[in-house]
């Protein structure tokens, strides 16, 4: 039986008019935050006002995810993606506007940044419910869920480089600009996408007798399980991005860690197309442990690389995990939950990851100075080995216990 390719994923109906519309919208958090922030900074005068307001925004938008997805979830795509679509695009035009001369209150920007980081649309979770409503053969999505891994990879490795051009000719705030056409733009050609179904959707087989769905982690063991994971990797990633800035300064090459990050983003692409095209045997819940645990072992080997090379290759070995592990974590939200939930379920992913690698840095930034970069580094990678070894414990577990229960039967 052969694997299904790439392009068979794109000729599903409506698929590639739909992800790219998705991708349009997307390319806005790859360009908004970094452009926000020097915007912010530049108006200010001051690093320390730029960083609490973006720390605002960013915590609006990680921790209400899972509540703006509920609300796709009750109301439908087509209902709820615009108002927070246009909301947000709103909210950033007038950070754009704001931030255009100096002399804009810390204070003002704080609420402005705090508010559109509370109406991010959920467009990654709504793409991908809609890759599981598209494609319903299980190798197939698995495919859809790579490919769109990768993209958004790609999204916010060229994100920032668009930035850059983009300051560099006009300005910070016509970044920030550029961020609010470009969500309006990709959020309204989804909407409007044959792939995404009319109506409010029919929630009367749902635990709440037609009411808005809920979904609980506390319910769903795979979920929790995939969700404690993936915010393990996020925090080994996360702590990994300030780790390579330490480690290159340390052996005297600070200018090659953009060359170092770049290797991790290369190979996460990779490893995402590779994960999708090869056939696995092993379960998800068992795949997602193990490549959780080869992206710490990675990062605690890179505290011992001993020169910017190795450090390169070992942070690119690291990277080889990274999109499969998230791809996997995506999958095993799609099989937890059924259609009126599941859009809340990619999300609670998505959140988890987010916040981990949020943690992740500031928690290295406070040991950094403190500790050994080796040790660091084996601190940074210890949450990804022991969720990895506590979940496939509980997996051993549950398959002895279910032998025992044949055998006595």
Not at 51 to 75: C, E, H, N, Q
Not at 348 to 355: I, L, S
Request: proline share 6%; glycine share 10%.
């Amino acid at each position: 039986m052969s694997t299904p390719s790439y392009a068979a994923v794109l000729r599903v109906p409506h698929a590639a008019r739909a992800f790219a519309a998705a991708l349009t919208g997307r390319l806005s958090y790859g360009i908004a935050p970094l452009a926000l922030l020097l915007a912010v900074k530049d108006a200010t005068g001051s690093y320390s006002a730029a960083g609490t307001v973006m720390a605002l925004f960013g915590a609006a938008s990680v921790f209400l995810s899972p509540a703006r997805a509920g609300l796709i979830d009750r109301y439908g795509a087509r209902r709820a993606l615009p108002p927070m679509a246009g909301l947000y695009a709103v909210l950033l035009t007038a950070l754009a506007l704001v931030t255009w001369r100096p002399g804009a209150p810390p204070l003002f920007l704080g609420v402005l940044a705090t508010a559109a980081g509370a109406c991010t649309p959920p467009l990654g979770p709504v793409m991908r419910t809609l890759w599981s409503e598209l494609v319903p053969d299980r190798e197939l999505l698995r495919r859809a869920y790579s490919l769109d891994g990768v993209a958004e990879e790609l999204l916010y490795v060229s994100g920032p480089l668009l930035v850059g051009v983009a300051v560099t000719a006009t300005g910070p705030a016509v970044a920030v600009l550029a961020g609010a056409v470009l969500i309006a733009a990709g959020a309204g050609a989804l909407v409007t996408s044959p792939a995404v179904p009319r109506g409010k959707p029919d929630h009367s087989a749902g635990a709440d007798g037609g009411a808005a769905p809920g979904l609980r982690l506390s319910t769903v063991p795979p979920l929790r399980r995939a969700v404690l994971v993936t915010a393990a990797v996020g925090l080994c990633l996360g702590a990994l991005d300030l780790l390579a800035v330490a480690l290159t300064e340390a052996m005297q090459r600070a200018s090659a860690v953009s060359w170092v990050l770049a290797a991790l983003s290369a190979t996460s692409a990779v490893g995402g197309l590779a994960y999708g095209a090869l056939r696995w045997r092993a379960p998800l819940g068992v795949r997602l442990p193990v490549m959780a645990a080869g992206l710490g072992a990675a990062v605690a080997a890179a505290g011992l690389a001993g020169n910017v090379y190795v450090l390169a290759a070992v942070v690119g070995a690291a990277g080889l995990f990274v999109a499969p592990a998230l791809t996997t974590a995506y999958l095993i939200a799609d099989e937890s939950a059924d259609a009126a939930r599941r859009t809340r379920a990619g999300a609670w992913v998505n959140t988890a990851f987010n916040a981990g690698s949020s943690g992740g840095t500031a928690a290295v930034g406070l040991l950094v100075d403190r500790l050994p970069l080796a040790l660091c580094c084996a601190v940074a990678a210890a949450p990804a080995l022991l969720c990895a070894a506590a979940v496939l414990g509980t997996g051993v577990r549950r398959a002895r216990a279910g032998t025992e229960a044949v055998d006595a039967v």
